[in-house]
Nanobody, 115 residues
Framework: QEQLVESGGGLVQAGGPLRLSCVAS????????MGWYRQAPGNQREGVAI???????DYADSVKGRFTISRDNAKNTVYLQMNSLKPDDTAVYYC?????????WGQGTQVTVSS
């Protein structure tokens, strides 16, 4: 099973930017769908953004125009650039790799947006 390690979380003021990174082990990264998900206290985990192996992207309505997902296959890394952050974006952010029936999750990174 592939391992995913997220980084880049932290405390940021509302309106500020933050960039998350997720590095994957293994050799299937370039063929996999990569996604970012988040879970706030008391809430279910929700999808934030995904990027396919071909580079197509999709976003949750709540982050469209503010967040950008990208990938660097040479580095086995997926990024989430988050701009114009809001307190409602506060959550643990998780990276997920999907290839067919196989999927792996990272351990999560905390993002806290202060008002």
């Amino acid at each position: 099973q592939e391992q995913l390690v997220e980084s880049g979380g932290g405390l940021v003021q509302a309106g500020g930017p933050l960039r998350l990174s997720c590095v994957a082990s293994g050799s299937i990264f370039s063929d996999a769908i990569m996604g970012w998900y988040r879970q706030a206290p008391g809430n279910q985990r929700e999808g934030v953004a995904i990027i396919t192996a071909a580079g197509r992207t999709d976003y949750a309505d709540s982050v469209k125009g503010r967040f950008t997902i990208s990938r660097d296959n040479a580095k086995n890394t997926v990024y989430l650039q988050m701009n114009s952050l809001k307190p409602d974006d506060t959550a643990v952010y998780y990276c997920k790799m999907t290839l067919g029936p196989r999927h792996s999750w990272g351990q999560g990174t905390q993002v806290t947006v202060s008002s």
